[in-house]
């Protein structure tokens, strides 16, 4: 059985849906085992698995230590679907809707903004998942005056619909719009994305701290990217 201590919901079922824990009779995954003074959600084998449902920095620390003699798989989740699921403070249920928000892939980059630097290291690998999921708000008066006081209480799993793997910097270079440009401006590429500037910024920062991207040029006041690869 799965340890949760006080994870959400969210992360406890993803350890559990990602976690192989029999195959012909023999234990193959082990679940929060200690490692050189960190808690590992799943080690199989040599390989260690994290699963990170919240902001990187919260990870960076823990990367830097173990990446330099194990190899880690960095596993995250993002909403392809999501419904906000209103409750009283008490958790009685009021309302359900989903939301008009729809996460793709490329949204992993406001997380590696934080961690470029780690991205490059030969141990790392990062799994993103597509989820659906149920976001669980309550009225308790204590969340952010942005849901005019409503917490967020948790978040649940109801289905993974895809996986995607990257071994290398060089694999989110796919994640880029195919109808991007070269070379482009953020302004190209949040176009491309939606109009979403301060993403398209933190995709240009990260891929350049990889040494993926390099500034060309500029059109008018705004810098270009080319790829290097």
């Known amino acids: 059985m799965i340890n949760t201590y006080s994870e959400s919901s969210l992360h406890a079922a993803l350890k559990e849906w990602y976690g192989r824990t029999e195959w012909n009779g023999r234990t193959l995954d082990q679940f ?10 799943i080690v199989r084998g040599d390989l260690l698995i994290e699963i990170q449902t919240g902001n990187f920095s919260a990870i960076k620390a823990k990367l830097t230590k173990l990446l330099p003699s194990h ?16 409750e009283t403070a008490v958790g009685r249920p009021i309302s359900r809707r989903k939301s008009p928000k729809q996460g793709q892939l490329h ?10 630097h780690l991205l490059p290291h030969p141990n790392l690998t990062l799994e993103l998942l ?6 669980i708000w309550r009225d308790d008066g204590k969340g952010s005056w942005r849901r005019k006081g409503w917490s967020i209480y948790d978040r ?9 793997t990257f071994a290398a910097p060089a694999d989110l270079l796919t994640l880029l719009p195919a109808n991007l440009p070269n070379p482009f401006t953020n302004r190209e590429l949040a176009a491309a994305m939606n109009g979403r500037m301060r993403l398209a910024q933190q995709i240009t920062y990260t891929l350049r701290r990889c040494e993926l991207l390099t500034i060309s040029g500029k059109q008018g006041k705004a810098y ?4 290097l690869q």
């Open 32 to 41: 929060e085992q200690p490692v050189d003074g960190s808690i590992i959600d």
């Open 71 to 86: 190899p880690v798989q960095l596993v995250y989740p993002i909403a392809q679907e999501k419904w906000i699921v209103r």
């Open 107 to 116: 949204d992993v980059f406001a997380e590696l903004v934080r961690i470029p």
């Open 130 to 135: 597509l989820t659906q999921q149920e976001e």
């Open 156 to 164: 649940r799993l109801l289905q993974v619909l895809h996986s995607a």
């Open 224 to 227: 270009c990217f080319e790829r």
